[in-house]
């Protein structure tokens, strides 16, 4: 009887761990989305992002002269210096990515990717002018935002954090 239940029991804790280690994976999946999902978000964006800040000095000059509330003329300064921040941050980390591009052959990846995002141009016309697949662009495009993610979350991108003894460890792998 003994060792039906400890059979049970072990049973029981070994079905728990593997339950645990399913939800942890999934949890970990769905951020790693999360961080792809925002970049392609920002990327989406980014046009209109950057028309905003375009705008910037003629619309607080305007605001400056309209306005009597400095709290709310504060937080429109605020939000447009942080969407200014933002842009400056994706720039740089894009003109990183077009370096690695360019270093390992492949800059026609980044070429479809900026006209996709940057350029507004359909799936059409990039597989027209670069003369490929129709999935290429795509696919090329993927593989410029994962290198995008790196550049602009960091070292949580890769799946990698500090533990308490400081001690790095991958925590996912992708």
């Given at each position: 009887m003994d060792k039906t239940n400890i059979n049970i029991?072990?049973?029981i804790?070994?079905?728990a761990e593997e339950g645990a280690k399913k939800a942890v994976?999934?949890?970990?999946?769905?951020?790693?989305?999360?961080r792809i999902h925002n970049t392609k978000l920002l990327m989406k964006n980014y046009n209109k992002l950057k028309d905003h800040i375009d705008k910037v000095?003629?619309?607080?000059?305007?605001e400056i002269e309209q306005a009597e509330d400095k709290v709310w003329l504060t937080s429109i300064v605020r939000t447009k210096l942080r969407t200014m921040q933002l842009i400056?941050?994706?720039d740089n980390a894009l003109e990183l990515v077009k370096e690695d591009m360019k270093k390992n052959c492949v800059e026609y990846k980044y070429k479809a990717f900026e006209m996709y995002y940057l350029e507004e141009k359909s799936n059409e016309e990039i597989v027209s002018k670069m003369k490929c697949g129709k999935n290429q662009p795509r696919i090329w495009s993927d593989v410029i935002l994962n290198e995008?993610?790196?550049y602009l979350w960091g070292i949580e991108a890769l799946g990698i954090e500090a533990g308490?003894?400081?001690v790095f460890k991958v925590i996912r792998m992708y």
């Open positions: 029991n072990e049973t804790k070994n079905a994976s999934l949890l970990n999946k769905e951020i790693r989305d999360n000095k003629s619309d607080i000059e305007f400056a941050f994706i995008l993610s790196i308490k003894d400081g």
